[in-house]
């Protein structure tokens, strides 16, 4: 529990027992009933994020007991622990999956089971002399054992006067199933060799000789099936913050007493000084105090330049020390990190979300009340007009028989697997049903420029040569004594050398100039390549051409290095983040889909806005921070805009989660990979496109998958409430309509991405 401002606290609550968002909104609406109380649910997440006044008399013990008195278990999560290699604990996979077991258990029962009792049913051949007690015999289990969470949480629905999706379900099988027992004992249905003729006749019965075990046993596993790969989906919603945290050190050198000596990175404490060799991760934020060196900061910070550092600068944790050795002192550990508060800003962004409520669960928030009324409603009429009790009790049944949601626990998984298999063959990832819903509203797409827009790793762009210098020759002699730097830059400049000079000679002396560049003799030539300064200390100037060169290439935001040798200064080098050959294009089919780009980076503004110049973005916002990206999101937000960001660093994490549609490349780190709602697996900008219309087109299956299955309930209802319910029409509908479900699901495999 943490003290926010004076008088209030915050907590979070692990919250179990959810079963769809539904339940989310039902424990958020009692928890903000309570006298200054401000609480978010999430439903991905299992988890409450709430601020109460503390003044009101208002306890995390009252919290708590609310949330169990709507029906569900509330607890405070226990802390994070330091992962201890070798230890006795489960792991969070492991958990995760125990969580999932019981689920997967009455899935596979279900299965196994409700395939034969459906066989029989529908197809007369099958129908042996006892086959009805035999179908009785094996859909009792998938009733009782694998239905039992849709009939637990429509008690705990009941208790509460809601309705959702699992009180239909609940309805009606046990309806279909009770009335399948009474028609089996009581009415002629058990008699031996009784059979379903396949016969598509509209007449009033009694109900006495119908069974409806096959629409019991197969709701039930068809939800079911639904529900696990749902469930599996959801497991991951924190991976995000796992996935930051772990991108930390997780031992460190710490020097104490004049010794050095290996610790885990959870005991450091302010104060301590600790070594970074060439090479390592730092291990947490801190103050350099010996050494020099480039630190690569690009996956927290966007910059796509290595900043030099040196003694008196700051660092920050889980930055890695490209260069020299360094000693830092240790000024901020453990939660107080900047790594950790990115993880944080990540957290706070996905419960901040509103949880997407499936739509599912939307119509039968309406739909349940009314099927249950017109169950009672035709029972009374029936009752009314003197037609007997088990011609009502028929009818009434058969209204609740035939508004059992078949087709629509088909609905979503189908069109999702089918869309997120297509997906997957171009290079799409989509995580879960709930993400579709916001690519039809998203008209602005912000895009990260580091590693999303361009390569992320810098490249030889252009070499200058002085009048009389061969471009070969400077390719050869900056290479190979760049080749022995470990700078990013240096090697940047040997891995394009090589790739147009060829084979680069081996350097006869080297040596490393911290902060100004390297200097050598390679082939018999005294070869200096760095920065201008480091030409002036050895007496060379640059001549004009190169000057302007040099001059022009910095305004535009590249850098660039100046390389001289035996006395003389022959070239400039020009090093940048290269731009992605198909960025260009992706700009464009993005705008076809009536987006808005917008360049968000952590990058200077030359560069950005030279980029942008490139691709074809009209508006730039350069030089911010990651908690500044989630900021840039929620004011774009606060316009009214719907927001879709693409990124790749654990600096866009964030801005990923807080947006309204996440994609993440997935050529950049898990933190942003986790934190996105949609992942393109190549890398390549143009898959973004794909996506949008993969999704859109997907979501709009769902749509229809959703309105076919419903006004098939819809229109057999007043058959059944006639008293004109066929159980061979009744299952010949729902065999139909599943079959209509799948087939308009599968016409997504012929998605095609955008010619490229």
Known sequence: MTTTTPGTAQVELAIGGMTCASCAARIEKKLNRMDGVEATVNYATEKAKVTFGADAGVSVADLIATVEATGYTAEEP???KGETPGGDGPSDEEKADEELRPLKQRLITAVALAVPVIAMAMVPALQIEYWQWLSLTLAAPVVVYAAWPFHKAAWTNAKHGAATMDTLISVGTIAAFLWSLWALFFGTAGTPGMTHPFEFTIARTDGAGNIYLEAAAGVTAFILAGRYFEARSKRKAGAALKALMQLGAKEVTVIRNGRETTVPTSELQVGDRFLVRPGEKIATDGTVVEGSSAVDASMLTGESVPVEVSAGDSVTGATLNAGGRLVVEATRVGADTQLARMAKLVEDAQNGKAAAQRLADRISAVFV??????????????????????????AAVAVLIIACPCALGLATPTALMVGTGRGAQLGILIKGPEVLET??????????????????RMTLIKVHTAAGTDETDVLRLAGALEHSSEHPIAQAVATGAAAKAGTLPTPEDFANIPGLGVQGVVEGHAVLVGREKLLEEWAMELPASLRAAKEAAEKAGKTAIAVAWDGEARAVLEVADAVKETSAEAIRRLKGLGLTPILLTGDNKAVAEAVAAEVGIGEVIAEVMPQDKVDVVKRLQAEGRSVAMVGDGVNDAAALAQADLGLAMGTGTDAAIEAGDLTLVRGDLRAAADAIRLSRRTLGTIRSNLFWAFAYNVAALPLAAAGLLNPMIAGAAMAFSSVFVVGNSLRLRGFQAADK
């Not at 009340?369 to 037609?387: C, D, R």
């Not at 509203?441 to 827009?453: C, E, H, M, Q, S």
């Open 439 to 456: 690519t039809r509203k998203v008209d602005t797409i912000v895009l990260d420029k580091t590693g999303t827009v361009t390569t992320g």
């Open 369 to 394: 009340p009314i099927v249950i009324a017109l169950s009672l409603g035709t029972l009374g009429f029936w009752l009314g007009t003197g037609q007997g009790l088990t011609a009502a009790f028929t």
């Open 78 to 80: 226990a802390p994070p």
